[in-house]
């Protein structure tokens, strides 16, 4: 079974401040995405990577910057958070086959900024 | 933009009831779509896919895709207390990238 991890599990911060949440994928798959979840939007994409190095712009990419550094480790970074960002933030990978394009999800992390 | 719809947004069915989801699209070209399965605290779990017109069935669950109403639905047999949960539906994007989007999700409820 896939495996995704991400850490914190919660986080607060203040208006302005820096937050960086990690991910890591244990199944060697090659695209890695970073979600938001807000109630009345359902997920929607911020950035998707498919490899090591390459970063690809998604649906609400605004304020946020990410950044996939291996094939298993992909950070989103909020350099000058804002109340808007608030949410519910979920990492998923996939293999990236038109065999098999499951989505694999971690637990999400929840940050709030007041 | 590509956009996919969910109703009802809350469904409350009795045990051992059939469940019925439904999920528009916006986009007749879109691929294969995907019914995610969302407990609290928890990412959400692939539960069933389709891209080809017609029904797809496995175990309790049952696909109904019609490309021309651009319409999905997902039925569940025999519904447990235990698929109390939000149920998201996914549309794979047309354009060769490898990207889902989701729908707001149904929110299940099935009372013993």
């Known amino acids: 079974e896939a495996a995704v991890t991400q850490s914190p599990r919660n986080k607060v911060t203040v208006t302005g401040g820096n937050v960086t949440l990690s991910c890591r994928q244990t199944?060697?798959?090659?695209?890695m995405y970073w979600y938001r979840q807000d109630t009345g939007h359902g997920l929607r994409l911020i950035h998707y990577?498919?490899?090591?190095?390459?970063?690809q712009i998604g649906d609400v990419p605004d304020g946020y910057k990410a950044t996939r550094t291996t094939q298993e480790d992909f950070f989103l970074l909020l350099e000058l958070a804002s109340p808007s960002q608030t949410s519910l933030y979920f990492c998923?990978?996939?293999?990236?086959?038109?065999?098999?394009?499951?989505?694999?999800f971690g637990h999400g992390t929840k940050l709030s900024v007041l | 933009q590509e956009k996919v719809q969910q109703s009802p947004e809350s469904l409350i069915v009795p045990e051992g009831a059939m469940s019925s989801l439904n999920c528009t699209f916006s986009?007749?070209?879109?691929?294969s779509i995907w019914w995610y399965q969302q407990h609290p605290g928890k990412g959400p779990e692939a539960l069933i896919?389709?891209?080809?017109?017609g029904n797809k069935k496995e175990g309790r669950l049952t696909v109904y895709l019609n490309r021309a109403s651009l319409h999905v639905s997902l039925h569940i047999r025999d519904s447990q207390p235990s698929d109390s949960a939000v149920y998201l539906c996914a549309v794979k994007r047309p354009s060769g990238s490898w990207q889902l989007i989701f729908g707001s999700g149904t929110q299940l409820t099935v009372m013993p």
């Open positions: 990577s498919y490899g090591a190095g390459n970063l």
């Open positions: 986009n007749s070209a879109s691929q």
């Open positions: 998923a990978s996939s293999d990236g086959q038109i065999s098999n394009e499951r989505l694999f």
């Open positions: 199944n060697s798959h090659n695209y």
């Open positions: 896919s389709i891209f080809s017109n």
